[in-house]
């Protein structure tokens, strides 16, 4: 199966793990990923914020290449650039009503890599890959605010209670909390502008896991990851609490469940490492 893959302007850079995780996974699954040929940034939160149309047309833009790569799928691990990949996808769709004619990048279908590896793939496929159960980790499923909603953009399970993310982690062989932020904004957009109202976000979502028993938080987003696990010390500080909860990519799980090494996924990159985790549990 292939499909056009968009890393986003954080794949490159600050979640270059999560790039590495994506990648061994999908060649696990026997998933052919095309990144996007000269891609431009998403815009995420700024461009949107400032100049609805431009925030717009960089992602028309971004659908117009993936079309002339012949794909008609375009996948990221980004929250941010799904939501904004997403949203040019549905104005180029409704157009086509509007205007009786199909603009180019209108027939690209954009879509979260988690939300491609489980309906295109399939939990049932995913699970005959387990090679190493991730038995006895506890873990919150973290989805964030953009990942699921809003509803009628994404389509994707429930957007104040999802469970796809908890349901991949138990087909790995893990156990999931249940808990009361999963779907709460971590702050991401305003971690340079506002980092006290950022902290205090990042504060709550820790605070809720740990409560939960949760030993380290499970993301899909970039954003997520690095405001969580940058921030985790300044909480600590601020709260005088120690949480040391390792902030881990869901494909990195994904990957060390199929019974790839830790180097390979970049486990050991993760500022709060869940290395001592991992060995505790046997899994490293």
């Not at 209670?161 to 957009?189: F, M, Y």
């Not at 820790?206 to 987003?221: H, M, N, R, S, T």
């Not at 881990?248 to 985790?277: D, R």
């Amino acid at each position: 199966m292939e499909v056009a893959y968009y890393p986003g302007c954080s794949g490159h850079g600050m979640s270059r793990e999560y790039q590495l995780s994506t990648a061994v996974v999908c060649r696990h699954l026997g998933l052919v990923l095309h990144e996007v040929e000269d891609w431009n940034c998403c815009g995420a939160s700024a461009a949107h914020s400032l100049n609805h149309s431009l925030a717009l047309e960089l992602n028309f833009r971004n659908l117009r290449l993936v079309e002339k790569m012949g794909l008609t799928t375009v996948t990221t691990p980004c929250a941010g650039c799904y939501s904004r990949l997403k949203t040019a996808e549905s104005t180029l769709k409704e157009s086509i009503g509007a205007n009786k004619q199909s603009p180019q990048g209108s027939q690209v279908e954009a879509s979260h890599v988690l939300q491609f590896l489980v309906e295109k793939v399939g939990l049932e496929t995913i699970a005959q890959e387990v090679k190493r159960p991730l038995s006895g980790l506890r873990l919150a499923a973290y989805y964030g605010c953009l990942l699921t909603r809003p509803r009628g953009l994404t389509r994707f399970d429930d957007p104040e209670q999802p469970r796809v993310l908890d349901d991949l982690l138990k087909v790995l062989g893990a156990e999931t909390v249940n808990w009361s932020h999963k779907a709460e904004c971590c702050g991401a957009g305003m971690a340079a502008c506002q980092t006290e109202i950022v902290v205090q976000l990042s504060g709550e979502i820790l605070e809720a896991a740990k409560q939960a028993g949760a030993e380290a938080i499970v993301v899909g987003c970039p954003l997520c990851q690095t405001n969580l696990d940058t921030r985790q010390s300044l909480v600590e500080a601020e709260r005088g609490v120690r949480y040391g909860l390792p902030i881990i990519y869901f494909t990195q799980l994904m990957g060390l469940a199929f019974g790839h090494s830790v180097k390979e996924l970049g486990l050991n990159k993760l500022l709060t490492s869940p290395l001592p985790l991992l060995r505790a549990k046997g899994l490293y």
